[in-house]
């Protein structure tokens, strides 16, 4: 926690030799510290990952991060809209008719990849 206080922009790396002492360190600084992002590597369904470890698996974080973009990008495109007097709806309209656009592009690439044009 010092050597964290004296440098906050890095990183550091946890090892242990069992995973229930990386949990041990692990939860001990997030209990101290909860505002660190902190990301444990392994798998969700490894039962020797204590469960309050778990919710910090890359792959959760991975989906909460998504999610929080996510959000973020609709916050952004309703304030873009309304800057601009633009109904929020016409613009969806407009990104899936790009994404539709794109993915008959992408079917007209296979198809003649394929041979069938």
Same mark, same amino acid.
Do not use: C
């Given at each position: 926690?010092?050597?964290?206080?004296?440098?906050?922009?890095?990183?550091?790396?946890?090892?242990?030799?069992?995973?229930?002492?990386?949990?041990?360190?692990?939860?001990?600084?997030?209990?101290?510290?909860?505002?660190?992002?902190?990301?444990? !590597?392994? $798998?969700?369904?490894?039962?020797?990952?204590?469960? *309050?470890? =778990?919710?910090?698996? &890359?792959?959760?974080?991975?989906? %909460?991060?998504?999610?929080?973009?996510?959000?973020?990008?609709?916050?952004?495109?309703?304030?873009?809209?309304?800057?601009?007097? !633009?109904? $929020?709806?016409?613009?969806?309209?407009?990104?899936? *008719?790009? =994404?539709?656009?794109? &993915?008959?592009?992408?079917?007209? %690439?296979?198809?003649?990849?394929?041979?069938?044009?």
């Amino acid at each position: 926690m010092q050597y964290l206080a004296a440098h906050p922009g890095h990183r550091i790396l946890l090892s242990a030799q069992t995973q229930v002492a990386l949990d041990n360190v692990i939860e001990r600084v997030a209990a101290r510290e909860p505002s660190l992002d902190i990301v444990r !590597i392994g $798998r969700i369904d490894e039962p020797k990952i204590s469960p *309050a470890s =778990r919710a910090l698996v &890359l792959d959760r974080k991975a989906i %909460a991060w998504s999610a929080e973009v996510g959000r973020r990008a609709q916050a952004f495109v309703t304030k873009w809209a309304t800057d601009r007097g !633009i109904d $929020r709806v016409s613009i969806e309209i407009g990104m899936f *008719a790009e =994404r539709l656009i794109l &993915l008959i592009q992408q079917e007209k %690439a296979i198809r003649q990849a394929l041979g069938k044009v």
